[in-house]
T-cell receptor, first 117, second 111 residues
Framework: GAVVSQHPSRVICKSGTSVKIECRSLDFQATTMFWYRQFPKKSLMLMATSNEGSKATYEQGVEKDKFLINHASLTLSTLTVTSAHPEDSSFYIC?????????????FGQGTRLTVV | EDKVVQSPLSLVVHEGDTVTLNCSYEVTNFRSLLWYKQEKKAPTFLFMLTSSGIEKKSGRLSSILDKKELFSILNITATQTGDSAVYLCALTQGGSEKLVFGKGTKLTVNP
C-alpha cells in the first residue's frame, strides 16, 4: 500500500518553544491530509483537515493559531505546535488520502510522540 | 452527541484462542465503519464496512456490520502473538471529512 512518512517519531522540547512535525506521502499525491491527536488510553481525535493549496479546516476546540498547518505541496503537510506547553504533550498522527477516495485509502504516518518539559 | 463505543477495552488470551471485538455506535448519517490495527505506532487499515450482513474476511480476521442494531464485530481466529495490538473502530458520516474513533480494544495474545 501507499506509504506515509512522519518525522520526527519522537521529540522533547522545552515549554514555550515551537515544534514542527512533517508528514509526507512518499509514493502518491495527497490532496487531503488529516492531523490527529491521541492521549493515552483515549481515541484518536481529529484536529484538522489539511487541503493542498488552501487553509486547513480545524475541528471545534482546536486553536488554529497554536497548531499551525501548512500543506504547500501534494506530498507534504506540516503541523507546527507553537509555544508548546506540557499539556500539549501527546501522540500526533497524520494520515493522507489518495485523491478523493474514501477512507479505505487513507494511510497513516508512524506518529510523533511530543513531550514538552 | 455522536459516539463510538468499543468493548472490551482490553483482553488477554492465549495463542490459538478466538476473540471477538465489539464496536457499537450512535451517529447520524452513518456512511461506513472501519477497523484498524494499531501496534506501536501508525494504525493500519483492516476493513471497511458499509452494508449490513456482508462479512469481510482476510485470513484469520473477519468483520461484519449490523446497521439495524448499530454494531460491528471483529473476529480473530487462531490468535497469534503478532495479533497483539490495539484494534480501533472508526466511523465516517455523510457530508463530513471526519473519522470518529472509538477508544480501542487492547488485545494481548500470550504464547
Amino acid at each position: 500500500g501507499a506509504v506515509v512518512s512522519q518525522h520526527p517519531s519522537r521529540v522533547i522540547c522545552k515549554s514555550g518553544t515551537s515544534v514542527k512535525i512533517e508528514c509526507r506521502s512518499l509514493d502518491f499525491q495527497a490532496t487531503t491530509m488529516f492531523w490527529y491527536r491521541q492521549f493515552p488510553k483515549k481515541s484518536l481525535m481529529l484536529m484538522a483537515t489539511s487541503n493542498e493549496g488552501s487553509k486547513a479546516t480545524y475541528e471545534q476546540g482546536v486553536e488554529k493559531d497554536k497548531f499551525l498547518i501548512n500543506h504547500a505541496s501534494l506530498t507534504l503537510s506540516t503541523l507546527t505546535v507553537t509555544s508548546a506547553h506540557p499539556e500539549d504533550s501527546s501522540f500526533y498522527i497524520c494520515s493522507a488520502r489518495v485523491g478523493t477516495r474514501g477512507y479505505a485509502e487513507a494511510f497513516f504516518g508512524q506518529g510523533t510522540r511530543l513531550t514538552v518539559v | 452527541e455522536d459516539k463510538v463505543v468499543q468493548s472490551p477495552l482490553s483482553l488477554v488470551v492465549h495463542e490459538g484462542d478466538t476473540v471477538t471485538l465489539n464496536c457499537s455506535y450512535e451517529v447520524t448519517n452513518f456512511r461506513s465503519l472501519l477497523w484498524y490495527k494499531q501496534e506501536k505506532k501508525a494504525p493500519t487499515f483492516l476493513f471497511m464496512l458499509t452494508s449490513s450482513g456482508i462479512e469481510k474476511k482476510s485470513g484469520r480476521l473477519s468483520s461484519i456490520l449490523d446497521k439495524k442494531e448499530l454494531f460491528s464485530i471483529l473476529n480473530i481466529t487462531a490468535t497469534q502473538t503478532g495479533d497483539s495490538a490495539v484494534y480501533l473502530c472508526a466511523l465516517t458520516q455523510g457530508g463530513s471529512e471526519k473519522l470518529v474513533f472509538g477508544k480501542g480494544t487492547k488485545l494481548t495474545v500470550n504464547p
